[in-house]
């Protein structure tokens, strides 16, 4: 997301522990490698069409099948020259303006769709007026963070008709922002508690978020673990026991690769519900799950929004990622609770995680 803003024409400083962002004007000519990254490929389109010229797209093989048309459909409907089709590689033809206004788009495969346009819209000349038509939109709450994030730098959002989102145009104030956790990231080390019979602080944990994520407090208690909040942060501790659940995941979709992970080391049956849209993340994870699971000896069936997890007597071997950090994170968490696991390309989490493997290893003897 740096390189590419930083090829827009804006300079973003990641030398220190503090990043510094400056803005600057958008320009053509720029090509951006999106990666793996649902945000980049995402939330800079709308951003590049407001350049002066033509602003390249394109990312990794797998990147070039997740779902980008309503994004694209959208910004076509409002004047933006985008080609060739709807997928990776593409081009935003900017022509240094934007005039906005209303967009009707189906969000139902990715709340990304809804948050791209809404950070964009307050410098299109009308604004934008973001209406969803469809199934619900999944993870919903980082739709509420990306409101929050824009009302916290100015930006005047109503959002008070249910589906519907409008920015209006002005300028975005210039804040100094602490960034919380990432409190996704923290469910493998969470799980460690639970299933060590230790326990595990995740300092910093947030007494009050926005983040979706902060629902592990509400999932490991449920699945029998102990769960404080206090000022050291957030602890989990292992009880001698871990329930299964029956939970629909369809705000925190992120979660399901670790909690299905941590399901399929519990006495009793799961069922993880509402997540049918975690089919076009980096990999299909709900047939990534069901076949990595299944492979160690688990007892899973890929249902038409998620999975049932049946207690089974798992065994070591190896366990494949699909370049994907939350898969990875599913498999540290059977290899904390399985002697012989192998995770392969744990390197994956740096998506989301420098030095993950490393910290990870560093709880162990």
Same mark, same amino acid.
């Given at each position: 997301?740096?390189?590419?803003?930083?090829?827009?024409?804006?300079?973003?400083?990641?030398?220190?522990?503090?990043?510094?962002?400056?803005?600057?004007?958008?320009?053509?000519?720029?090509?951006?490698?999106?990666?793996?990254?649902?945000?980049v !490929?995402r939330?800079?389109?709308?951003?590049?069409?407001?350049?002066?010229?033509?602003?390249?797209?394109?990312?990794?093989?797998?990147?070039?099948?997740?779902? !980008?048309?309503?994004?694209?459909?959208?910004?076509?409907?409002?004047g933006?020259?985008?080609?060739?089709?709807?997928?990776?590689?593409?081009?935003?033809?900017?022509?240094?303006?934007?005039?906005?206004?209303?967009?009707?788009?189906?969000?139902?495969?990715?709340?990304?769709?809804?948050?791209?346009?809404?950070?964009?819209?307050a410098?299109?000349?009308?604004?934008?007026?973001?209406?969803?038509?469809?199934?619900?939109?999944?993870?919903?709450?980082?739709?509420?963070?990306t409101?929050?994030?824009?009302?916290?730098?100015?930006?005047?959002?109503?959002?008070?008709?249910?589906?519907?989102?409008?920015?209006?145009?002005?300028?975005?104030?210039?804040?100094?922002?602490?960034?919380?956790?990432?409190?996704?990231?923290?469910?493998?080390?969470?799980?460690?508690?639970?299933?060590?019979?230790?326990?595990?602080?995740?300092?910093?944990?947030?007494?009050?978020?926005?983040?979706?994520?902060?629902?592990?407090?509400?999932?490991?208690?449920?699945?029998?673990?102990?769960?404080?909040?206090?000022?050291?942060?957030?602890?989990?501790?292992?009880?001698?026991t871990?329930?299964?659940?029956?939970?629909?995941?369809?705000?925190?979709?992120?979660?399901?690769?670790?909690?299905?992970?941590?399901?399929?080391?519990?006495?009793?049956?799961?069922?993880l519900?509402?997540?049918?849209?975690?089919r076009?993340?980096?990999?299909?994870?709900?047939?990534?799950?069901?076949?990595?699971?299944?492979?160690?000896?688990?007892?899973?069936?890929?249902?038409?929004?998620?999975?049932?997890?049946?207690?089974?007597?798992?065994?070591?071997?190896?366990?494949?990622?699909?370049a994907?950090?939350? !898969?990875?994170?599913?498999?540290?968490?059977?290899?904390?609770?399985?002697?012989?696991?192998?995770?392969?390309d744990?390197?994956?989490?740096?998506?989301?995680?420098?030095?993950?493997?490393?910290?990870?290893?560093?709880?162990?003897?």
């Amino acid at each position: 997301m740096a390189t590419a803003l930083t090829a827009l024409g804006s300079d973003v400083d990641t030398a220190g522990e503090d990043w510094t962002v400056t803005p600057g004007a958008f320009r053509g000519g720029a090509s951006v490698d999106c990666g793996l990254a649902g945000t980049v !490929m995402r939330f800079v389109p709308p951003v590049a069409a407001l350049s002066d010229g033509s602003v390249d797209f394109d990312g990794d093989p797998h990147a070039r099948t997740r779902p !980008m048309g309503e994004v694209l459909a959208g910004l076509r409907s409002l004047g933006v020259d985008v080609s060739p089709g709807d997928t990776l590689p593409f081009t935003v033809r900017g022509a240094g303006s934007v005039k906005g206004g209303r967009v009707v788009i189906d969000a139902s495969a990715s709340s990304q769709f809804v948050s791209a346009l809404l950070l964009a819209g307050a410098s299109y000349d009308e604004g934008v007026d973001v209406l969803h038509d469809g199934k619900p939109v999944p993870s919903l709450p980082h739709i509420e963070m990306t409101v929050a994030c824009l009302r916290g730098r100015g930006v005047e959002v109503d959002d008070s008709e249910p589906n519907r989102w409008r920015v209006l145009p002005g300028p975005v104030g210039a804040r100094d922002v602490v960034i919380e956790p990432d409190l996704s990231n923290a469910a493998p080390f969470l799980m460690l508690g639970a299933l060590s019979g230790g326990s595990v602080t995740v300092a910093g944990w947030p007494r009050a978020t926005t983040q979706p994520g902060d629902v592990l407090r509400d999932l490991l208690a449920r699945m029998g673990a102990d769960v404080r909040l206090d000022d050291d942060g957030l602890t989990v501790a292992g009880t001698g026991t871990l329930r299964g659940i029956d939970v629909d995941l369809h705000d925190v979709g992120e979660l399901a690769p670790a909690v299905a992970a941590l399901c399929a080391l519990a006495d009793s049956p799961s069922v993880l519900r509402g997540i049918a849209h975690i089919r076009g993340h980096e990999t299909d994870r709900l047939a990534a799950l069901a076949a990595e699971l299944t492979a160690l000896g688990g007892d899973v069936t890929e249902t038409d929004d998620g999975l049932a997890i049946r207690p089974a007597r798992l065994h070591g071997g190896r366990f494949a990622t699909y370049a994907d950090h939350r !898969m990875a994170h599913a498999g540290v968490v059977l290899g904390a609770g399985v002697e012989g696991v192998e995770v392969e390309d744990v390197a994956t989490t740096s998506k989301t995680f420098p030095g993950f493997a490393g910290v990870w290893a560093g709880l162990f003897g």
